[in-house]
C-alpha cells in the first residue's frame, strides 16, 4: 500500500467488488453502534442519576469513564492487530462491546455501571482502529478512499443522530433500554462479521508486547483526554495541579517517555518510524488538526444552542442533525475525490470550505434566524466531509499494508487528543469571556474555531507538497 495518493484515474474508477462493499457495510454498522454510545447515554445522565440515587456529578462518570477507556485500549490495537489479525480483534471487540451493553443495563448501582462502562470502553476502543485495518488491507490503496467514505458515515451520524434517539429511549422506556438496544444489534453484527470478516493470521507475527511502552501510552493518551476535557468543563485553569493540569501534565510526560523508549526498542508498540514518511507526517497532522475542527466544535455547538440560543436538550439534538448529516452526504464523493486527486488536494479544498462556513459564526448574533443556521451547519457539515476524512486516508495509502494496525491506531490517538484539545481551548475562552456578554464570548469562541481551521489548511497544504514530491520522486 506505499503507492502514494493521486493514482491515475484509470486505476482509482476501477469497480469495488461486491464482497468488499459487504464487508465495509458490516464494518460500518459495528462503528455506528460504538460511536453512537458516545453521545446517547449523555441525554440519559440525569434519570441515571435520579433512578439509582447518586450525585450528578457522580452520574457524569458514566460518560467520562467510558471515553477514558476508549483512550486506554486504543493503544494495544496495533499490537493485538500484528499478533492476531485485525477481523479477530474486530469480531472479539464485537462481542465484547456487546456482552457489557447487558452489564451497563443490569447495573444495580452508579458504581457497578461506571466499571461496566470502562469494560464498555476497553472493547469499544478496538472496534474503529481494527475496522479501518480490516477495510484498508481488503480494498488496496487506489480504492481506499470510497471504501473508507461508507465508514465515514457511520462514524459521522452516529454522534449526530444520538442525543436525539437517547432522548427517544427514554420517551418510551427506562435509561437501561439505553444499553439494552445494543444487544440486538450485536447479535446481528457478530452473525454478518462472523460471515464476511476475515480472520487470517497475520504472516510474519511480531515480538512480545512491549509492556513498558504499553503502559506509557495507555497512561498518558486517557490521563491527556481527561486533564483537557475536565479543563474545558471547568472552564479555567484555575483548580491546578490536583484538578485539571495535574493529568495534562502527567499524561504529557508519559507520552513523551514513550517517545524515548520507543526510540530504544526494537519492537514497540507504537512504531513511530513510520512519521519518517513524510506524507505520513503530514496526513497525521492534518488529521490532529482537523480534528480539533471537528471533534472540539462538538463541545461549542451544543452551548452555543443551549446558553446562546436557550434551546432545550433534545432540542438542541434536533438542531444540530444537520451538521452530522451535511457530512453523510458528502463523503462518498469526499471518497471517490480522494481516489481520483489524492487525500492532500481534497483536504486543502475542504480546509477553505471549513474555514468559510466557519467564519459567519465568529461574525452573526446568536439571535440570527434559525435557517441561516442550519444551514450554516448543513454547509459546514459538507466542508468537514472534504477536510476531515481525506487526512486519514491519505496516512493509510502512504503505509505499507503489514504497518495498517500501527497507522489506524495512531492517527484515532491523534484524532482524540486534538479534538481534546480543541474542545478545551474553545470552552476556555467561551467561559472567560462569558461575563462580560454572551454574544461577545461565543463570537471570541468561533474564531478560535476559524483559527483552528486556518491551521487544519496549513497542515493540508504541507500534505498536498508532500503527496506531490512522492509523485514527482516516482515518475523520475
Given at each position: 500500500?506505499?503507492?502514494?495518493?493521486?493514482?491515475?484515474?484509470?486505476?482509482?474508477?476501477?469497480?469495488?467488488?461486491?464482497?468488499?462493499?459487504?464487508?465495509?457495510?458490516?464494518?460500518?454498522?459495528?462503528?455506528?453502534?460504538?460511536?453512537?454510545?458516545?453521545?446517547?447515554?449523555?441525554?440519559?445522565?440525569?434519570?441515571?442519576?435520579?433512578?439509582?440515587?447518586?450525585?450528578?456529578?457522580?452520574?457524569?462518570?458514566?460518560?467520562?469513564?467510558?471515553?477514558?477507556?476508549?483512550?486506554?485500549?486504543?493503544?494495544?490495537?496495533?499490537?493485538?492487530?500484528?499478533?492476531?489479525?485485525?477481523?479477530?480483534?474486530?469480531?472479539?471487540?464485537?462481542?465484547?462491546?456487546?456482552?457489557?451493553?447487558?452489564?451497563?443495563?443490569?447495573?444495580?448501582?452508579?458504581?457497578?455501571?461506571?466499571?461496566?462502562?470502562?469494560?464498555?470502553?476497553?472493547?469499544?476502543?478496538?472496534?474503529?482502529?481494527?475496522?479501518?485495518?480490516?477495510?484498508?488491507?481488503?480494498?488496496?490503496?487506489?480504492?481506499?478512499?470510497?471504501?473508507?467514505?461508507?465508514?465515514?458515515?457511520?462514524?459521522?451520524?452516529?454522534?449526530?443522530?444520538?442525543?436525539?434517539?437517547?432522548?427517544?429511549?427514554?420517551?418510551?422506556?427506562?435509561?437501561?433500554?439505553?444499553?439494552?438496544?445494543?444487544?440486538?444489534?450485536?447479535?446481528?453484527?457478530?452473525?454478518?462479521?462472523?460471515?464476511?470478516?476475515?480472520?487470517?493470521?497475520?504472516?510474519?507475527?511480531?515480538?512480545?508486547?512491549?509492556?513498558?511502552?504499553?503502559?506509557?501510552?495507555?497512561?498518558?493518551?486517557?490521563?491527556?483526554?481527561?486533564?483537557?476535557?475536565?479543563?474545558?468543563?471547568?472552564?479555567?485553569?484555575?483548580?491546578?495541579?490536583?484538578g485539571a493540569l495535574g493529568p495534562v501534565a502527567a499524561g504529557a510526560l508519559a507520552l513523551a517517555a514513550f517517545a524515548w523508549h520507543a526510540r530504544r526498542t526494537a519492537h514497540p508498540v507504537l512504531d513511530l518510524r513510520l512519521f519518517a514518511n513524510r506524507a505520513y507526517a503530514a496526513a497525521t497532522a492534518t488529521a490532529a488538526l482537523t480534528g480539533a475542527a471537528m471533534f472540539g466544535a462538538t463541545l461549542l455547538f451544543p452551548l452555543y444552542f443551549q446558553i446562546g440560543r436557550d434551546t432545550g436538550v433534545t432540542g438542541t439534538g434536533l438542531a444540530l442533525i444537520p451538521l452530522g448529516l451535511g457530512t453523510a452526504l458528502?463523503?462518498?464523493?469526499?471518497?471517490?475525490?480522494?481516489?481520483?486527486?489524492?487525500?492532500?488536494?481534497?483536504?486543502?479544498?475542504?480546509?477553505?470550505?471549513?474555514?468559510?462556513?466557519?467564519?459567519?459564526?465568529?461574525?452573526?448574533?446568536?439571535?440570527?434566524?434559525?435557517?441561516?443556521?442550519?444551514?450554516?451547519?448543513?454547509?459546514?457539515?459538507?466542508?468537514?466531509?472534504?477536510?476531515?476524512?481525506?487526512?486519514?486516508?491519505?496516512?493509510?495509502?502512504?503505509?505499507?499494508?503489514?504497518?495498517?494496525?500501527?497507522?489506524?491506531?495512531?492517527?484515532?490517538?491523534?484524532?482524540?487528543?486534538?479534538?481534546?484539545?480543541?474542545?478545551?481551548?474553545?470552552?476556555?475562552?467561551?467561559?472567560?469571556?462569558?461575563?462580560?456578554?454572551?454574544?461577545?464570548?461565543?463570537?471570541?469562541?468561533?474564531?478560535?474555531?476559524?483559527?483552528?481551521?486556518?491551521?487544519?489548511?496549513?497542515?493540508?497544504?504541507?500534505?498536498?507538497?508532500?503527496?506531490?514530491?512522492?509523485?514527482?520522486?516516482?515518475?523520475?
Open positions: 500500500m506505499t503507492t502514494p495518493a493521486g493514482a491515475p484515474a484509470r486505476a482509482a474508477d476501477e469497480p469495488i467488488p461486491r464482497p468488499v462493499w459487504r464487508l465495509a457495510l458490516v464494518i460500518a454498522f459495528g462503528a455506528f453502534m460504538s460511536q453512537l454510545d458516545t453521545s446517547v447515554v449523555n441525554v440519559g445522565l440525569g434519570t441515571i442519576a435520579t433512578d439509582l440515587h447518586a450525585e450528578l456529578a457522580d452520574a457524569q462518570w458514566v460518560a467520562n469513564a467510558y471515553l477514558i477507556a476508549l483512550g486506554l485500549s486504543l493503544p494495544a490495537c496495533g499490537w493485538l492487530g500484528r499478533r492476531y489479525g485485525a477481523g479477530r480483534v474486530w469480531l472479539v471487540s464485537l462481542a465484547g462491546f456487546t456482552l457489557t451493553s447487558g452489564m451497563c443495563a443490569l447495573a444495580g448501582g452508579i458504581g457497578w455501571l461506571v466499571a461496566f462502562r470502562v469494560a464498555q470502553g476497553l472493547t469499544a476502543g478496538l472496534l474503529l482502529p481494527a475496522g479501518q485495518t480490516v477495510l484498508g488491507q481488503a480494498v488496496g490503496p487506489h480504492r481506499l478512499g470510497r471504501v473508507m467514505a461508507s465508514l465515514g458515515i457511520a462514524v459521522t451520524l452516529a454522534p449526530a443522530l444520538g442525543p436525539a434517539f437517547g432522548g427517544l429511549v427514554l420517551d418510551l422506556g427506562s435509561w437501561p433500554w439505553l444499553f439494552l438496544v445494543n444487544l440486538p444489534l450485536g447479535a446481528l453484527g457478530l452473525c454478518l462479521g462472523l460471515r464476511h470478516v476475515p480472520r487470517a493470521r497475520p504472516p510474519v507475527q511480531p515480538g512480545s508486547l512491549d509492556w513498558p511502552g504499553l503502559l506509557l501510552v495507555a497512561a498518558g493518551v486517557p490521563l491527556l483526554i481527561y486533564g483537557l476535557s475536565a479543563w474545558g468543563e471547568r472552564g479555567a485553569a484555575s483548580e491546578g495541579f490536583g458528502l463523503l462518498p464523493l469526499s471518497g471517490r475525490l480522494v481516489d481520483r486527486l489524492g487525500g492532500g488536494v481534497v483536504s486543502v479544498y475542504g480546509g477553505l470550505a471549513t474555514v468559510v462556513t466557519t467564519l459567519p459564526f465568529a461574525l452573526l448574533d446568536t439571535d440570527v434566524n434559525v435557517v441561516a443556521v442550519e444551514v450554516l451547519l448543513l454547509l459546514r457539515g459538507m466542508a468537514l466531509a472534504l477536510a476531515v476524512t481525506p487526512p486519514g486516508i491519505a496516512a493509510y495509502q502512504a503505509v505499507a499494508s503489514e504497518q495498517l494496525p500501527d497507522a489506524t491506531t495512531q492517527v484515532n490517538i491523534l484524532q482524540r487528543l486534538g479534538g481534546a484539545l480543541g474542545g478545551t481551548v474553545f470552552a476556555v475562552v467561551l467561559a472567560g469571556k462569558l461575563p462580560h456578554g454572551v454574544d461577545g464570548a461565543f463570537h471570541a469562541a468561533f474564531w478560535w474555531l476559524t483559527a483552528a481551521s486556518v491551521l487544519g489548511l496549513g497542515s493540508a497544504a504541507w500534505l498536498a507538497a508532500a503527496q506531490r514530491r512522492d509523485r514527482r520522486a516516482e515518475a523520475g
